[in-house]
């Protein structure tokens, strides 16, 4: 009776003798088109790297004050909160979800941080490592919210944003803590607003902290197996649950690693304005603005695609179109219309790249 | 002979539906045991708790005579039981090699590995091109490509080839071959072979009977949430399995209970 297994492979089998030995060959597109498609598919960040480039080209030939040593580090100086909020943002939305509570833990941050040390007394190191733990914590919170309880990344950070928002103007009793009582007593608090100045061009410390958490952020999205989880927990979470990532884990981290990466810009928050203030406007504006600058940077928002320095070239073209649009002499409102433009553009970008396969 | 897999008295019920009912389960060391039933009849959720992705409510199960009750799939890959679900379970953004080690990626010797926690990425590459070597699957050009720009075929052989490399005790295959060709089929087949001849037992759930009488060493007919028999494919013909399986005759010496 073996016969009859047997027989029917062998005939319906059959027609394959002659046929090619090759199984699923993979065929290489030549079309120049489908070629960009597939570089860029596996470079997510040069779409905007180019658009830097040539932003950076018009508004040189636009302005000659562009391209002058004092108008760049002024860029660098301006972007380096929203960059480092972007870090944030950028882990966040690999994993699919979203933060719009970064701005929020940032401010409530930097304010505990000035409370801690005016109102209790705290030194003044001690109170920012109370303050990068609160910020950690409040991220953490978000993560077993969105990760345990399974809610909407967008509800839950909707939520915690009003919450932490509201904290922190009921616990700072809407104080400002004057910049001149920052740097007579906590100076400590005040450290990434030092500079370095080379042929008089001014360097912040904030600068170097942001393009150093890039690089880091950078080296462990792609070389570490922790980083791999986080891009796998985006792309396909079943599928890296069952291959064996500990998706939950790994989503948790995220988030208490954003809430850390927020009361980082908190501190530096305090160096850049020099005061504590609860009603700074990142705590309104940082998830927008961090969040335009992780999609300018190519970061897909449905998880999974893109690159952290993608993110830092996105925070750069938004620090470029302010800066050179100002110099230009145009009304600053064409800031926002050619932003919101990009946004537009960049998810278009992303859609066509996701097609590769198709 | 010991069986390297058995489970004994398996309950599982979701609410009113009882999708294992008693259940018997063996696998012998070095053979290849399909598994066939008709829709519902409770071979997925069987699968499922040898798995690890489902718990029975009652029952034991043991692995080469160690009582095993696991929790997570992640466990029982521990324990050397790998699974292909139909789903492949890959993530397509990422590339061939990065699937295949998801979960139990190779770090770099020494302080990059120990404290820069760096990952090896030429042994793992090398490693994946071996094993997709061994398939005849390497007119996949790049080992670096996303697992999204590769074919159905390709996906399953990619699938096949991570579970074949790191299943050390027992591989089990959900319809390897419901979503291939033809020509894609028969190499699937051929590798099922392979790992056979390793010797490496390989559980294959299957609706295709020319597929399960062909490469299966025994073949275990599920019914209504139990094992109704298990049968040689040199005894008995494919319309005879058909029969068994849809209850429109039953195998010597077997009373249906339910």
């Known amino acids: ?358 | 002979m010991e069986p390297i897999l058995k489970a004994r008295g398996l309950y599982k019920r979701y609410g009113k539906v009882t999708a294992l009912n008693n259940c018997d389960f063996e696998l012998y060391p070095g053979e290849i045991l399909a598994v066939i039933g008709d829709n519902g009849a409770g071979k997925s959720t069987l699968i499922k708790a040898i798995s690890g992705a489902v718990q029975p409510d009652e029952g034991h199960i043991w692995l080469e005579g160690n009582e095993i009750a696991f929790k997570t799939p992640i466990e029982a890959r521990a324990a050397g039981i790998e699974t292909v679900y139909q789903t492949l379970a890959m993530s397509p953004a990422l590339s061939i090699a990065d699937n295949m080690f998801m979960g139990r990626e190779l770090r770099k010797p020494g302080i990059m590995g120990s404290v820069f926690r760096k990952l090896d990425r030429a042994r793992m590459e090398a490693f994946a091109r071996q094993k997709l070597n061994d398939l005849g699957l390497m007119t996949i050009q790049n080992i670096n490509q996303a697992v999204e720009t590769l074919s159905g075929g390709q996906r399953q052989g990619v699938a096949v080839a991570r579970a074949a490399a790191f299943g050390s005790k027992v591989v089990i295959l959900d319809e390897p071959t419901a979503a291939l060709g033809v020509k894609e089929s028969r190499r699937v087949l051929e590798l099922i072979r392979d790992v056979r001849s390793r010797g490496i037992p390989i559980i294959l759930i299957s609706h295709n009977m020319p597929h399960v009488f062909e490469v299966a060493d025994r073949i275990h007919i599920h019914r209504l949430g139990s094992r109704l028999c298990v049968i040689k494919p040199q005894d008995y013909s494919m319309s005879d399995a058909v029969a068994f399986m849809t209850g429109a005759k039953l195998p010597e010496g077997v009373t249906e209970a339910a």
Not at chain 1, 257 to 275: E, N, T
Not at chain 1, 294 to 318: D, K
Not at chain 1, 320 to 325: A, D, K, N, S, T
């Open chain 1, 1 to 358: 009776m073996t016969n009859d297994a047997k027989s029917v492979s062998s005939t319906y089998e059959a027609g394959l003798k002659g046929a090619t030995e090759a199984v699923a060959e993979f065929h290489e597109d030549t079309g120049a088109l489908k070629k960009l498609q597939h570089w860029l598919h596996q470079t997510p960040s040069a779409v905007p790297l180019i658009v830097l480039i040539v932003a950076l080209v018009i508004f040189g030939f636009l302005s000659e004050n562009f391209f002058k040593a004092t108008t760049l580090s002024t860029i660098l100086q301006q972007i380096a909160i929203v960059g480092i909020l972007g870090c944030a943002q950028s882990l966040v939305i690999l994993t699919a979800g979203i933060d719009l509570s970064v701005g929020a833990i940032a401010v409530f941050s930097s304010v505990l941080m000035g409370q801690a040390t005016f109102r209790y007394g705290v030194p003044a190191e001690l109170a920012i490592a109370i303050g990068l733990a609160l910020g950690t914590a409040m991220g953490a919170v978000n993560g077993v919210l969105i990760a345990k309880l399974k809610l909407p990344p967008f509800i839950v950070t909707l939520g915690t944003w009003q919450i932490l928002l509201a904290s922190n103007f009921i616990f700072s009793r809407n104080e400002t803590i004057r910049s001149s009582d920052i740097s007579a007593q906590a100076p400590a608090l005040q450290l990434w607003g030092g500079s370095i100045q080379p042929g008089g061009v001014k360097i912040l410390y904030a600068v170097f902290l942001m393009i150093a958490l890039v690089a880091v952020m950078a080296y462990v999205l792609r070389h570490t197996a922790w980083g791999r989880h986080v891009y796998a927990t985006g792309d396909d979470p079943q599928a890296a649950e069952l291959a064996g990532v500990p998706t939950q884990k790994v989503l948790i981290q995220v988030y208490a690693l954003a809430g850390l990466f927020c009361a980082i810009a908190g501190w530096v928050m305090i160096g850049r304005f020099g005061s504590v203030s609860p009603t700074a406007s990142t705590g309104q504006l940082g998830n927008i603005q961090s969040i335009t600058a992780v999609v300018i940077g190519g970061i897909s928002l449905f998880g999974g695609r893109g690159s952290i320095v993608g993110m830092f070239f996105g925070a750069l073209i938004v620090g470029v179109f302010e800066m050179g649009l100002r110099l230009v002499g145009t009304d600053p409102q064409w800031t926002f219309f050619l932003i919101g433009a990009l946004i537009i553009f960049a998810v278009a970008v992303d859609q066509w790249i996701r097609k590769v396969s198709g």
